[in-house]
């Protein structure tokens, strides 16, 4: 072990039954997890459908009664995005400095060199920074929970943050919060050369993984085509990996203390290999915590780990709006 560098993928270190006992149980545990949630799912794919953005044609209480959805619910949503937009990403840049303590002017003109720096950083540099918060801004209030990925990209060389809808990040049914969470799981969705870049670049392990088809979408993908009026040709091969960021004990990296050390595991979902084990935490910390990658947006504090969105608070008004909106129109034709 003192031989191997630290950043170092693990897994080519250790023997395929181990890694394969590993695979198993993160497999067995996501899938847990996965179930936990589905009412929170069920009701937040039902509450897709309150946006109204497909017309519905249907026959009852007669043909050609109307479909037509009351736009409640995505006005509000709009108007959310709109003005939580303007407030953090205004066109001067998003960060502000302030100086704590005593300001001198040396001291002012570091923080205005940061605070310049920083804002060329994520407007001009970080290409992605703004429309994935334009998107996450509209999720949010749908689903009460939006999930942010920040991390350093080896191949593009710098800082990236990535908006991670709720449906594609898995926490245990007891977590409250991301920072005492024991066990996270992204899922990730890749194309055939964006594996190949990192197996060539040894971040992933050089083995031959097996591609998944867009049949095995979740009910939330599904719904979220069918509103976009997109489907899948079922030749579309992408790779669906699951990126473990969890506190484990590995055979031959224990911790002398007895702890359960962080490690990032990601595996292929669909042929449960192991592509790379890699430490989260810094080579000179003694108290070896692990480094965040994500952070958790909520619309409004919910009863456990996610929030309460718009769907959760006017649906079942927005669900009365468009039946009584129905009922006038079906009375007058």
């Known amino acids: 072990e003192d031989t191997i560098p630290f950043d170092a993928n693990l897994a080519d270190y250790m023997d395929e039954s181990e890694l394969g006992a590993v695979a198993a149980q993160l497999l067995g545990d996501f899938e847990e997890d996965r179930m936990s949630r589905d009412e929170w799912e069920d009701a937040y794919v039902k509450g897709l459908d309150l946006l109204g953005f497909k017309y519905e044609d249907r ?3 007669f043909p050609g009664a109307s479909g037509v959805t009351h736009p409640l619910l995505a006005e509000s949503v709009t108007q959310f995005q709109a003005q939580a937009f303007k407030e953090l990403l205004p066109a001067q840049g998003p960060v502000k400095t302030e100086v704590l303590g005593l300001a001198t002017p040396e001291v002012e003109a570091q923080a205005d060199r940061v605070r310049e720096f920083m804002n060329y950083e994520i407007t001009c540099v970080m290409e992605e920074y703004t429309p994935e918060m334009d998107q996450l801004l509209f999720y949010l209030p749908l689903a009460g929970s939006a999930f942010k990925k920040i991390y350093y990209d080896t191949n593009l060389q710098r800082a990236v943050s990535r908006f991670v809808p709720v449906e594609d990040l ?15 799981t992204h899922i990730v969705k890749m194309t055939y050369n964006e594996i190949r870049t990192q197996q060539l670049s040894g971040f992933y392990r050089d083995i031959e993984i097996t591609p998944t088809y867009t049949t095995t979408q979740t009910v939330t993908q599904d719904k979220v085509e069918e509103l976009e009026g997109i489907s899948g040709s079922g030749n579309d091969m992408m790779y669906e990996l699951l990126e473990f960021h969890v506190a484990t004990e590995l055979v031959g990296f224990e911790d002398p203390d007895g702890l359960h050390l962080p490690f990032i595991i990601t595996i292929d979902r669909t042929s449960s290999q192991v592509l790379s084990i890699r430490r989260n935490y810094y080579e000179d910390d003694a108290q070896k915590k692990k480094i965040p990658y994500f952070v958790h947006y909520k619309f409004l504090p919910g009863l456990g780990f996610y929030g309460f969105g718009l769907i959760h608070m006017i649906g079942g008004l927005s669900r009365t709006a468009t ?4 009922q006038l129109i079906d009375a007058g034709t």
């Open 170 to 184: 898995v926490v245990p049914y007891a977590a409250s919060d991301l920072e005492t969470c024991t066990r996270i």
């Open 323 to 326: 039946a009584a909106l129905r």
């Open 59 to 61: 026959d009852r209480p």
